[in-house]
């Protein structure tokens, strides 16, 4: 075997040198050779040139984004995304024309279109380009690629937002399905899908699937990465957030602080990852009335976040919000209002005035107006959440449950000495769908139920 080997590649010397000789040496091929190759040097001048501008476009569209300029990162890969139809021949006005929306470069800046779109809650915007990244991707690489699977599990992270939970689940399954029968590889990206499914049967009250995942995707994670990467913070931390769920507050805190103790040693103590750590730390005391507690994590993120991404970030909007929740439950109302106003002012410029973050920042604006007995202005908050989160969110999404109750225990305040039985009966069925959706011990209907129970202002 091996003497034929040898044989083989001694005969595959001897073409090679002749071809040299004959060909390549060979005074009446040099002009040809010559032209091709300056034929080559202008043909690959001519692409470095036209993608100078598409790739200027797209390098700017991600330093905005990770830096939290979505508004300038999305000017910037529309404009990449108008450079790939030059690409292949296309016609600039040719929207049809898919040759240049199958070439990767404008895979590429769909998907970070797609992306910006979501954190922007643009999520009609996104869903067509996910679509658009999720089909060209089939057509361009080998089931056995993670392409395919990666794309799946972005279009299913959108879906599960927008309370798609059907659409989702088809997308992540599909996603898992395929990286297990033909990508293979444990690793990563794996425990990427796995957690995003694990996402999905959380927010769908499937709590003990949810944990199961969560464990899987923490056990592929460690082994391609080891136990210190910092990857297993973000996974850590979901769970944390299902522990909350399921009102084990004791665990929920000690996996936090694991997530935390993971990015303080590999990232440092000022970096944002970090700062989301005490944030959700923060939201665990806020659960549990720990308002001090809550009060100096909320800060020391706010102070991170400031200094590492800058006041008018979306991402330090919530500190705001977080800080005007403390305040209201400590019965400091008009600290808690200037809090949340700022908060909205900074949610409204860096994501615009019809997304989730806002919706969330107006039900807290909603309950400080609740707690004054301002049951006027309580109602236009929570009427106004609700109306955004009709534009985004499926009928049976928690958080527009969450709004039928909230406005329906403003109409019963609103008149207290009036006969309130269609209201009581809507409090009750809210609350009964809520605790159906979410589990009765998830932090939502906890508190719902006690402003049923007791008729008191403060939650």
């Given amino acids: 075997m091996q003497k034929k080997l040898a044989r083989f590649l001694a005969h595959a010397q001897e073409r090679q040198k002749q071809f040299k000789e004959k060909v390549l040496d060979d005074k009446r091929f040099k002009w040809t050779s010559r032209s091709i190759y ?38 910037c890969f529309e404009a990449a995304l108008q450079e790939c139809k030059k690409f292949n021949g296309s016609n600039n006005d040719d929207e049809k024309n898919i040759a240049w929306q199958s070439d990767q470069r404008a895979i590429r800046a769909m998907n970070n279109l797609a992306e910006d779109y979501r954190v922007l809650g643009l999520y009609n915007l996104a869903e067509p380009y996910y679509k658009k990244t999720v089909a060209f991707a089939r057509q361009k690489f080998a089931p056995s690629r993670p392409e395919v699977s990666i794309a799946l599990n972005n279009l299913g992270m959108l879906q599960r937002q927008e309370g798609d939970y059907e659409a989702a689940d088809k997308s992540y399954s599909e996603a898992l399905n395929l990286w297990r029968s033909k990508v293979k590889t444990q690793d990563s990206k794996l425990a990427n899908i796995l957690n995003g499914l694990a996402k999905l049967r959380q927010d769908q009250g499937r709590y003990e699937e949810a944990g199961k995942l969560y464990g899987e995707a923490l056990a592929v994670n460690q082994k391609a990465l080891g136990d210190r990467d910092v990857a297993n913070a973000y996974i850590l931390s979901n769970m944390a957030g299902l522990y909350c769920d399921l009102g084990r507050y004791g665990d929920a805190e000690s996996y936090f602080h694991k997530a935390l103790y993971l990015d303080s040693k590999v990232l440092g103590e000022d970096h944002p990852d970090l700062a989301s750590d005490l944030h959700d730390l923060a939201y665990l005391m806020r659960l549990q009335n ?20 800058g006041e008018g970030h979306a991402l330090t909007a919530k500190c705001y919000t977080g800080l005007s929740d403390i305040a209201r439950r400590e019965g400091n109302y008009d ?52 109306d955004i989160r009709k534009r985004l969110l499926t009928a049976n999404h928690p958080d527009l449950l969450t709004s039928d109750f909230y406005l ?24 009964a769908t809520l605790s159906r959706v979410l589990g009765i011990n998830h932090p939502t209907v906890v508190m719902a139920r006690q402003k049923l129970e007791s008729g008191a202002a403060s939650g």
């Avoid at 720990?290 to 991404?309: C, F, H, N, S, V």
């Avoid at 919706?359 to 959440?385: H, M, P, V």
């Fill in 38 to 75: 300056g034929i080559t040097i202008a043909w690959a001048g001519f692409m470095f040139l036209q993608s100078m501008p598409y790739y200027q476009a797209i390098s700017q569209g991600e330093s905005a984004y990770k830096h939290g300029d979505y508004q300038a990162a999305r000017a």
């Fill in 408 to 431: 329906a225990l403003c109409r019963k305040k609103l008149h207290p000495g009036a006969d309130h039985a269609g209201d009581e009966l809507a409090l009750r069925q809210s609350l």
């Fill in 290 to 309: 720990r308002t001090t507690e809550g009060k100096q994590y909320y800060e020391r993120a706010l102070q991170i976040r400031i200094a590492a991404l």
């Fill in 335 to 386: 600290r808690a209002q200037e809090l949340i106003t700022k908060a909205l002012t900074l949610q409204c410029q860096a994501l615009g005035s019809n997304h989730p973050s806002v919706a969330d920042s107006l039900d807290t604006e909603g309950l400080i107006n609740l707690d004054r007995k301002q049951i006027d202005r309580a109602i236009i908050c929570f009427q106004t959440a609700k």
